[in-house]
């Protein structure tokens, strides 16, 4: 600290001021103490201005001492003033909820794919600074490459790069993104044992602002039922939840036709030999069932019951048979209490196409409650329709209360007659048949039912994975055009799935989405005149448990620069 003096027309001022770098990287200073004016100084400390000035001196010099003691004691003292205006262009607000991601980033070694990158391509652009800010930013405020750039310059850690490096850099981890992929498994290693020895997989689509076909954005079948072309996507996610790899394919495709390649790079470039297959019956076609009886695979599909041959439907449908899961006791159904939370099971040999199987057929009470209420209130709203009058054209929507509505629109003579509708009891019952009932085929012909069904429970869990991807992460609609650049895109989307599903399975599956994502978009800073921060969070249990985790502390009354560029290093496991 030093004295400085302000002179006016009729007097003269002491201050004691403190340098300091302010967030713009230009050396200024702040008044810490005023000591007078030369006229009251004299009278104490006089007689002479030389007089003042050292005594004026010696008191920064205390002062000085006095600030490095509480930088010790980790105490600080900050002068504000109320008729002092703010900076133009100062930055108050920062944005510090990343640096529990950038944790997962560094210890996914993204940093190191990204510096292998730079050494193949020879570009001058930071591309590992684009990749994580991108991803940060997808996590925490979802928005347009664009927009991406402006919410990274919140960021503690400024960006290092300029706008158009951003677009340069969507060309290379487009064309790179299956080295990407491989990366992110081979380095995921380092986090813990990886559970792929299940792999889930499923498909969704992302719908384009756009009214023409375009490359693979083609018309198909839309998630949103929009009218919109459309990209798919199929991915896999192993047993603990976390996203494996993915591909894209075109709209209008089948999606039983995306697994194969997909599962050949997972073969290949991975090096996954040995797993389960599990998925829903449309991606569980004889074709990809037999496929993945090949090797040390194995598969378990869910099977739909209506599909069965009529042999094996009619005995998925009969209420005897039945045990309990738990320990394998017989059980009749028709015993069973209304309240029951039980579940139960049946097996048989299943043989299609001369690949051996077991199908096992279960029942749930509490399922079928579920199933019994949803279709009275569908039974009540098509008695609705029925009474007003306004029966509409039956869609193909499963769920479309209108299906229960009978028409006859003919006499018993075959002669022309007005259409007449009517509530069809026959189509309702042979609904109910169906409740509480679920079935899957396996070729495990030994393992425990248990250890079977419980693999198959698992599958919710991709499409959570694809539920924060849609809306979390606000992964669609698209708005970019090149093929290229699309990829990158959603590259971008999974490895922010992968940080953040690392980052939950960190705090132990807790807390739910929601509620994590609340945190760390809250979890903001404010600068102190270039001193340091002060947190603007609520410190709870769940900010507690993520610096736990991460290994750091960011919950401090007041955080120096210094301590805040440790904290930093430390987010990167430094």
Sequence with gaps: MRVTTSKSKNSESFYITKSYINPKGVSTSVIVRKLGTLADLLVE????????????????????????NEQQTKSVQITFHSNHQMDYDQQVFYRGGYLFLQSVYYRLQLHKTCR??????????????????????????????????????EFLEKPSYQLHDIYRALDVLGRECDFIQSEVYKNSHLMGKRNDRILYYDCTNYYFE??????????????????????????????????????????????????????????????????????????????IKKMNHAGERAFIVTQSIKKLNKEDKSWALDRTGFKRVSDDTPVDLSE?????????????????????????????PKYARYQKQIRDRQVERAEKMLESGTVKKVRKNPNDPARFIGKIAATEEGEEAKIHTYLDTDKIAEEARYDGLYALTTDLLEDDVQDI?????????????????KTDFEARPIFLHDETRIKAHFLICFLSLAVYRYLERDLQNAYTCETILDKLKNMNFADIQGQGYIPLYIRDKLTDELHAVCGFHTDYQFITKSQMRTIQKKSKGR
């Design 453 to 469: 069904l419980k693999v198959s429970e698992g599958r919710w869990e991709i499409e959570e994975c694809f539920r924060i991807m």
């Design 336 to 364: 069973i209490p209304e309240d029951d939370k039980g579940l139960y099971y049946k097996d048989e040999p299943y043989i299609s196409r001369q690949l051996d199987q077991r199908l096992i057929v279960t029942y749930s």
């Design 116 to 153: 292998k990158l730079r050494d193949k391509y020879k570009f001058q652009y930071d591309m590992n600074s684009i990749l994580s800010d991108l991803i940060y930013a997808r996590i925490l405020e979802p928005c347009s490459k664009r927009s991406s750039f402006k919410v990274a310059s």
């Design 45 to 68: 400390h006089g007689p002479t201005r030389d007089d003042v000035m050292k005594w004026a001196k010696e008191e920064a010099r205390l002062e000085t001492i006095k600030y490095k």
């Design 210 to 287: 756009i009214e023409q076909e375009d490359g693979d954005k083609k018309y198909g079948k839309s998630k949103e039922h929009r009218p919109n072309p459309i990209i798919q996507m199929g991915m896999f996610m192993d047993g603990d939840g976390i996203p494996l790899a993915f591909s894209l394919f075109p709209g209008n495709s089948n999606e039983q036709t995306s697994l194969k390649p997909l599962e050949e790079k997972v073969l290949q470039d991975f090096g996954c030999r040995k797993f389960i297959y599990c998925s829903d019956a449309g991606l569980g076609s004889e074709k």
